[in-house]
């Protein structure tokens, strides 16, 4: 069977892997520069900063089985029910997909069934032909933003699903500074992790600030740059020694950060089981909420 996947993050990534064990032809594309998603990784010379999700958490045995497959294989580690990445998050991702089949940096903006096969068309009108089954892992927005033909039920439910957005901001720099500890205690943000305290870095410091919902949802119409300064006024306001002109900043938007309402079901699949969208927004939210609809959506096919 020849499968396509849109969206190279967690749940993508987990099916691909799932489905290259059952001898499927399997294309993957992502319209980013690689997969992970959520789970990003950005490359500051030699270093990792993860600037999306840290580190995750479980108490879901399945998932917990899942991800200490990954520990054994040094790619995670474990402290009690938390997975902490040894070499950037995004290989949690990556390591479950092989290169040759990730099509990234293309973005699928049509899909059309024709005489039981799947044509999918980029931006730019490439096509890419034919596929047995159609999978979407991709946030409900961007799929109703596609140009594909589903049913009005499951369109319905798709726009009422609701997220909440996250700005981050990455302060790195080759000297050593610390962030006042009051910081992380802030209502302003979501979360501050001292980056390179997690990868254990002597010569270089890293910390990754991820605004709270309330203020990044509100702004999410500001371009990230933009929001990268507000937030960078409002640690430099809060520290009690200046920060160093030397350090640097990166800074992005996570318009679909976290759900704010999902869906009841685990996963859609239509009547003739060759469409189907999976993802965090469906039964539960955050990525335990990807292993289980993929997961979910995985056993069905399967069957």
């Not at 987990?14 to 959520?38: P, T």
């Not at 700005?167 to 790195?172: G, R, S």
């Not at 992790?193 to 509100?218: A, L, P, R, W």
């Not at 927004?281 to 909420?289: D, H, P, T």
Request: glycine share 4%.
């Amino acid at each position: 069977m020849n499968i396509a996947i849109i969206g190279a993050g967690f749940s993508g990534c987990y099916l691909y892997n799932r489905f290259r064990k059952e001898n499927h032809d399997i294309k993957i594309f992502e319209k980013s520069r690689g997969c992970g998603g959520r789970l990003s990784t950005k490359y500051i010379g030699d270093k990792f900063v993860d600037h999306g999700t840290p580190y995750f958490e479980t108490k879901e045995p399945d998932f917990i089985y899942f991800a200490n497959r990954f520990e054994r294989k040094g790619i995670l580690r474990k402290e009690k029910n938390k997975y902490f990445p040894t070499n950037g998050i995004n290989k949690f991702c990556s390591s479950m997909i092989n290169k040759k089949d990730l099509i990234k940096q293309t973005k699928i903006t049509k899909c059309i069934k024709k005489e039981s096969l799947w044509y999918l068309y980029d931006e730019k009108s490439k096509c890419y032909e034919a596929f047995d089954l159609l999978i979407l892992t991709i946030p409900a927005p961007q799929v109703l933003e596609m140009d594909i033909q589903i049913d009005d039920k499951i369109a319905d439910d798709l726009s009422k699903v609701k997220y909440n957005s996250i700005a981050t901001l990455i302060l790195h720099d080759d000297n050593e500074f610390k962030i006042n500890e009051d910081l992380y205690s802030s209502q302003f943000f979501k979360k501050v992790v001292n980056n390179s305290e997690k990868y254990d870095y002597k010569d270089f410091s890293s910390y990754v600030f991820h605004s709270n919902e309330s203020f990044s949802t509100n702004n999410n119409d500001k371009n990230k740059e933009d929001l990268g300064v507000q937030i960078y006024n409002y640690i430099d306001y809060f520290q009690k020694t200046k920060l160093p002109k030397s350090i640097y900043h990166i800074s992005h938007l996570w318009k679909y950060a976290t759900v704010k309402e999902g869906l009841k079901s685990k996963y859609y699949l239509n009547n003739e089981k060759d469409l189907a969208f999976c993802g965090d927004y469906f039964e539960k939210a955050n990525l335990e909420g990807s292993f289980l609809s993929a997961k979910a959506l995985g056993d069905e096919l399967v069957k």
